[in-house]
């Protein structure tokens, strides 16, 4: 029986902070024994909003490297990197003659890029879902895992596949949102103000290339408040925060003895506070120094990035194939 397919892409700007690792990673890794999985670093999506190459290729490395240190098998899965697929970008071009301006320009992370750089609005900032949709159409993904912020990219993904099967046949399956049982676990950032980011808020978010003392430094730092006042009181948000990060690395005795103390109101936040960045540091230190030992190692790097690619091309010219059939593009 054929398994079906699961997509994800991840832009090379930035660090995979435990907020990814948590919310997507650890899902990936167990994806990869019950789907066909085809997992990208989206290098041709960085360039709409940072134009500045020269970091590119040591960060699609890194990503590359975390991505492997975190558990993804390239045995098992596709793991590449989005410009070594071509045929990406023929779909994207038919793609672009079924999109239309007003509705691109109306995409909520249009606007926000917009406001944030009015002075780079690009035509590939525009055309920005389009991409996404040919990421995902190119190899018939039915279940993208993805946020709430791409779930409308992933809608417009929908439709592009609809307008094409109207047109010229049935020829695209329609991708859906997916996530991997259960509730997401959401991580705040240390000071309570919004989630982890990968490349903003940096003293406040914990980075699987973080060193020992780093995340100990951080953590130290992370906001608390007085002991409650009475018995059984319910949590701050960033007092909430700290237990979710114990309940993730630390022992269930550990997470326990915290809990208990939190609501008999004598809990010291710097005793739990020192408890959690020895545990962080166990649980991220082995990924770390994996993810270091694949980044020096430059052959298994380009063994990773080519075995990924020949995955990646033979799953998209199949695709293609169909594509330009049902346009009448094979001459």
């Given at each position: 029986m054929n398994k079906e397919v699961v997509l994800s892409g991840i832009r090379p700007t930035g660090f995979l902070h435990l907020g990814n690792y948590f919310g997507?990673?650890?899902?990936?890794?167990?994806?990869?024994?019950?789907?066909?999985?085809?997992?990208?670093?989206?290098?041709?999506?960085?360039?709409?909003?940072?134009?500045?190459?020269?970091?590119?290729?040591?960060?699609?490395?890194?990503?590359?490297?975390?991505?492997?240190a975190c558990g993804l098998d390239p045995n098992k899965v596709s793991l590449y990197v989005q410009s070594d697929v071509p045929e990406i970008a023929e779909l994207y071009l038919y793609l672009n003659m079924l999109a239309y301006k007003g509705e691109l320009e109306k995409t909520v992370t249009f606007k926000e890029k917009v406001r944030l750089n009015p002075e780079n609005v690009n035509a590939g900032l525009l055309t920005y879902p389009v991409l996404q949709a040919a990421d995902i159409l190119i190899h018939r993904a039915v279940k993208v895992p993805v946020g709430k912020d791409q779930?409308?990219?992933?809608?417009?993904?929908?439709?592009?596949?609809?307008?094409?099967?109207?047109?010229?046949?049935?020829?695209?399956?329609?991708?859906?949102?997916?996530?991997?049982?259960?509730?997401?676990?959401?991580?705040?950032?240390?000071?309570?103000?919004?989630?982890?980011?990968?490349?903003?808020?940096?003293?406040?978010?914990?980075?699987?290339?973080?060193?020992?003392?780093?995340?100990?430094?951080?953590?130290?730092?992370?906001?608390?408040?007085?002991?409650?006042?009475?018995?059984?009181s319910v949590k701050p948000d960033f007092i909430e925060n700290l237990f979710t990060l114990m309940s993730l690395v630390s022992t269930p005795d550990t997470l326990e003895k915290f809990n208990t103390d939190f609501n008999n109101c004598v809990i010291r936040y710097g005793d739990m506070k020192k408890q959690l960045a020895e545990d962080m540091i166990a649980f991220v230190a082995p990924i770390r120094e994996k993810a270091a030992d694949i980044q020096n190692d430059k052959a298994l790097l380009s063994s990773i990035i080519k075995q990924g690619a020949e995955k990646a091309r033979e799953s998209a010219a199949a695709t293609l194939k169909e594509v330009r059939q049902a346009i009448g593009m094979n001459y």
């Open positions: 997507a990673m650890r899902n990936y890794v167990r994806m990869q024994d019950e789907y066909n999985c085809y997992f990208f670093v989206a290098n041709w999506h960085s360039l709409t909003t940072h134009p500045d190459t020269k970091e590119l290729q040591s960060a699609v490395h890194r990503v590359i490297a975390e991505n492997v779930e409308q990219h992933l809608e417009m993904a929908r439709n592009f596949a609809q307008r094409f099967n109207h047109r010229y046949g049935d020829v695209l399956p329609e991708p859906y949102a997916f996530n991997y049982g259960g509730e997401l676990i959401k991580i705040l950032s240390l000071d309570g103000n919004g989630k982890m980011s990968k490349s903003e808020n940096q003293m406040n978010t914990l980075y699987l290339a973080d060193t020992d003392d780093m995340l100990r430094k951080k953590i130290m730092k992370a906001k608390t408040a007085e002991a409650p006042a009475e018995p059984n």
